[in-house]
């Protein structure tokens, strides 16, 4: 855990110092946001989806997208809001170079033919037909989870496209090998940690 602390702070102690500075509701908004995107930000995962409420932190929608918007560029991620309602948004914090790799772990007569996306997509196509479909179908499609760090395996095997039995859970379930699940699921849980420790020193 203090690896994870120090490896933080040398990338967002200027970050830490400048929340002191901000006006209003903004400083919680970007902790919460460094909290729930940890993983993204430091922990190897390739994407997290998050639920957005309308009035997070005491700012509408809009005003979170300028803030999610103005901290992509400061703590280098991507990401695409992929659904809303009167209630809330869905809002996917991405690495490309990861999610690139991810998607070349699903085998291509699955991704192509069972699936239906075209071959060679760009993590921004992959997610924005992500966004189509479930803003046509009302559901998310399972295949998101590739993007959001799961081992393909595991997204697949769920999802019945692979002959897979369920061998456990670690925040989701795993089909594939149990000992790459774990070591994720311990490296996501190490990273929100880690972001946690980070802002109470």
Known sequence: MLETVE?????FHDWKRELRTLPGAEPELQKWL????AGVLFGG??????????????????????VIAALSEKWNYSY?????????????????????????????????????????????????????RWNESGRIPHEIGVALGYPAEDVLGYMGLLPLECRGTCGWRIYGNPTLSLERCRMFTQARQGAIAF???
Do not use: W
Request: aromatic letters at 8%.
């Open 45 to 66: 995962k390739a994407g997290e989806l998050l639920t957005i409420p309308g009035g997070q932190c005491g700012l509408d929608y809009e005003r979170q997208l300028e």
């Open 7 to 11: 490896k933080i702070s040398l990338r």
């Open 80 to 132: 695409l809001p992929l659904c809303r309602n009167s209630e809330s948004a869905k809002v996917i914090f991405y690495k490309q170079k990861k999610v690139r790799e991810a998607l070349t772990t699903v085998p291509p007569c699955i991704f192509e033919d069972k699936l239906g996306y075209n071959a060679g997509m760009s993590p921004g196509e992959f997610l924005a037909e992500i966004r189509r």
């Open 34 to 37: 460094f909290i729930h995107i």
């Open 199 to 201: 802002l109470a020193a």
